[in-house]
T-cell receptor, first 114, second 113 residues
Framework: DAKTTQPPSMDCAEGRAANLPCNHS???????VYWYRQIHSQGPQYIIH???NNETNEMASLIITEDRKSSTLILPHATLRDTAVYYC???????????????FGTGTLLAVQP | NAGVTQTPKFQVLKTGQSMTLQCAQD?????MSWYRQDPGMGLRLIHY???????DQGEVPNGYNVSRSTTEDFPLRLLSAAPSQTSVYFC????????????FGPGTRLLVL
């Protein structure tokens, strides 16, 4: 699986959009980009994933560059409850087997300020 | 559905003691895994299983054993606990379909003295 690079920490004002970047310059054509987050002392929570098109769900938007070497997770209106560590993970998506395992990095600590 | 459950929530062990961390899921998921998380670090994969009777090693398997006799349960065994195994342990499960999300349990906090 391709390696990802994220800033260790970011601040965001409550109510504003939080834009979390992730570099994955060695991503290959069959690898998806996944985002999870971990609120303090809890298990990680899935947010969103995508292959090459931009994706949006009720939690966030995922913007993937055309060359797929980087992506940005957007929380459109950050709240204090969004304070968490955000993990960007790249992995091959195939049915079954070892390709299901997620390898986490150290992520970005997003601190939403009141 | 209860989702992914883990027991106990907290545990204190002495060096050399053994114990089993329990993990169960009621979603009929094929894939289950164990992670550990140490302060200031991300999650590291210990062991995983792609189905009943099948297990494999992750990034940091030493000192841990697993088995998968049923689809629902995936216990993690520490045969002889060491202080280096002080950590928070998370169990996770998902279906075998590649793009399905992984669900995590609430974690077990283990202190080895």
């Amino acid at each position: 699986d391709a390696k990802t690079t994220q800033p260790p920490s970011m601040d965001c004002a409550e109510g504003r959009a939080a834009n979390l970047p992730c570099n994955h310059s060695t991503i290959s054509g069959n690898e998806y980009v996944y985002w999870y987050r971990q609120i303090h002392s809890q298990g990680p929570q899935y947010i969103i994933h995508g292959l090459k098109n931009n994706e949006t769900n009720e939690m966030a938007s995922l913007i993937i560059t055309e060359d797929r070497k980087s992506s940005t997770l957007i929380l459109p209106h950050a709240t204090l409850r969004d304070t968490a560590v955000y993990y960007c993970i790249v992995r091959v998506a195939e049915y079954g087997g070892a390709t299901n395992k997620l390898i986490f990095g150290t992520g970005t600590l997003l601190a939403v300020q009141p | 559905n209860a989702g992914v459950t883990q027991t106990p929530k907290f545990q204190v062990l002495k060096t050399g003691q053994s114990m089993t961390l329990q993990c169960a899921q009621d979603m009929n998921h094929e894939y289950m895994s164990w992670y550990r998380q140490d302060p200031g670090m991300g999650l590291r994969l210990i062991h995983y299983s792609v189905g009943a009777g099948i297990t494999d090693q992750g990034e940091v398997p030493n000192g841990y054993n697993v088995s998968r006799s049923t689809t629902e349960d995936f216990p993690l065994r520490l045969l002889s606990a060491a202080p280096s195994q002080t950590s928070v342990y998370f169990c996770a499960s998902k279906t075998g379909h590649a793009t399905e999300t992984q669900y995590f349990g609430p974690g077990t906090r283990l202190l080895v003295l």
